[in-house]
């Protein structure tokens, strides 16, 4: 079991443009989490995702940013225009289950926006 | 709302010492109490969780809920326990963990 992968591990935008963050869970996981990390801060809470469900937004941005768990093929985390602010680690973790099971995090997307 | 704080960025210490992690918690309900850490160039993981009440890699963690506190302590570290350590709190209905700063552990030899 690779455990959870991202992809790309670094990503560069300039201003303005796009970034899409994928997520693959572990192997029979069904449920996801993406969470920030801006520079010398700790990990914020950003959505929780089950396949074809968000469960709990409530931590993302109310413009510009979103996310799908499609019923096939991986999490995607969508930031359009970025701005400078958006630099940051992404980090997705994802859980065989809600509530008490263990999430597993992957290594994150390091996202520098130009 | 729940608030995780670690007061200390940065922590040194010499191998063979004692070190203690702080982490101190707000929140109005029961939670659980995690501590995830991160070595150099690898991904987070969890360490150990309050629940569980075991001990880690030599580390334990006792939850106080009349001082809202659930410090990481270990009686003599090692060099290989110098890594990035984040306390997490999670409230007992939800899913979404809440993360202090993190506190960088940095064992002398």
């Known amino acids: 079991n690779a455990g959870v992968m991202q992809n790309p591990r670094h990503l560069v935008r300039r201003r303005g443009q796009e970034a899409r963050l994928r997520c693959s869970p572990m192997?029979?996981?069904?449920?996801v989490y993406w969470y920030r990390q801006l520079p010398e801060e700790g990990l914020k809470f950003m959505v929780y995702l089950q396949k074809e469900n968000i469960i709990d937004e409530s931590g993302m941005p109310k413009e510009r940013f979103s996310a799908e768990f499609p019923k096939e093929g991986p999490s995607i985390l969508r930031i359009q225009q970025v701005v400078r602010g958006d630099s940051a680690a992404y980090f997705c973790a994802s859980s065989r289950a809600g509530g008490d099971n263990e999430q597993f995090f992957g290594p994150g997307t390091r996202l520098t926006v130009l | 709302a729940q608030r995780v704080t670690q007061p200390e960025k940065l922590l040194s210490v010499f191998k063979g010492a004692p070190v203690e992690l702080k982490c101190n918690y707000s929140y109005s309900g029961s939670p659980e109490l995690f501590w995830y850490v991160q070595y150099s160039r690898q991904r987070l993981q969890l360490l150990l969780r309050?629940?569980s009440r075991e001990s880690i890699k030599g580390f334990t963690a006792d939850l106080n809920k009349g001082e809202t506190s659930f410090h990481l302590k270990k009686p003599f570290a090692q060099e290989e326990d110098s890594a990035m350590y984040y306390c997490?709190?999670?409230?007992?209905?939800?899913?979404?963990?809440?993360f202090g700063e993190g506190t960088q552990l940095t064992v002398n030899p």
């Open positions: 997490a709190l999670r409230p007992t209905s939800g899913s979404r963990l809440t």
């Open positions: 309050h629940i």
């Open positions: 192997k029979g996981h069904s449920h």
